[in-house]
């Protein structure tokens, strides 16, 4: 069964925490995407891989780290320098352009 | 990168056909069209993409005229279950990887019974 696994659905973060969202895909994609989604917002990205081993900053790149060892695997890491980190998380990797999501991690402060 | 407009909300009625049209007046050669489904807390959902002209699948069509310079999602029929926020985005797909694709705020679309 082909797709892109988030988890945790839901996560709390304690103040000066950091915390990992993972994200998983089978689907053989090269390309890997973090967006950020506020209430009545659309998506803003966060960062993006082409390629394993490399990755770049998005439009709200600030509080977020990333890594990408394997093709298959793009957690990203909410710092305690994000402060205002309450959101809906998303990851999309695609092939052509065309994004395939997660069902989302709904990260909320403690 | 191509910006998009579409209208931050419609209404309409079960069994109705819905239209949203999205505008996106600096299109560039290499950009496709790409319409997308939310429903709340769940990721985005591919629903069609086109280049010209008009394209068709199980779920919708979408109309593009020979300027490209704006698109048409229609919905035939739509039930309550197609209350969502519809995206659309414009973007060169071919290029693959990071293009810039854009998600605006999408046309929140409640149907009624």
């Known amino acids: 069964d082909g797709g892109i696994t988030q988890s945790p659905k839901y996560l709390f973060r304690k103040e000066g925490q950091n915390v990992t969202l993972s994200c998983e895909q089978n689907?053989?994609?090269?390309?890997m995407y973090w967006y950020r989604q506020d209430p009545g917002q659309g998506l803003r990205l966060i960062y993006y891989?082409?390629?394993?081993?490399?990755?770049q900053k998005g439009d709200i790149a600030e509080g977020y780290s990333v890594s990408r060892e394997k093709k298959e695997s793009f957690p990203l890491t909410v710092t305690s320098a994000q402060k205002n980190p309450t959101a809906f998380y998303l990851c999309?990797?695609?092939?052509?352009?065309?994004?395939?999501f997660g069902s989302g991690t709904q990260l909320s402060v403690l | 990168l191509a910006k998009t407009t579409q209208p931050i909300s419609m209404d309409s009625y079960e069994g109705q056909e819905v239209n949203i049209t999205c505008s996106h007046n600096?299109?560039?050669?290499?950009?496709?069209i790409t319409w997308y489904q939310q429903f709340p807390s769940q990721g985005p959902r591919f629903i069609i993409q086109?280049?010209?002209t008009k394209v068709t699948n199980e779920v919708a069509s979408l109309f593009i005229p020979a300027d490209r310079k704006s698109s048409t999602l229609s919905l035939p029929r739509v039930s309550l279950s197609d209350t969502a926020v519809y995206y659309c985005?414009?973007?060169?797909?071919?290029?693959?990887?990071?293009?810039?694709?854009?998600f605006g705020k999408g046309t929140h679309l409640i149907i009624q019974p």
């Open positions: 999309a990797s695609s092939a052509t352009g065309t994004r395939f």
């Open positions: 689907l053989n994609h090269d390309a």
């Open positions: 891989s082409q390629i394993v081993n490399d990755f």
């Open positions: 600096n299109i560039a050669t290499n950009d496709y």
């Open positions: 086109g280049y010209k």
């Open positions: 985005l414009v973007g060169d797909i071919l290029g693959g990887g990071a293009d810039g694709l854009t």
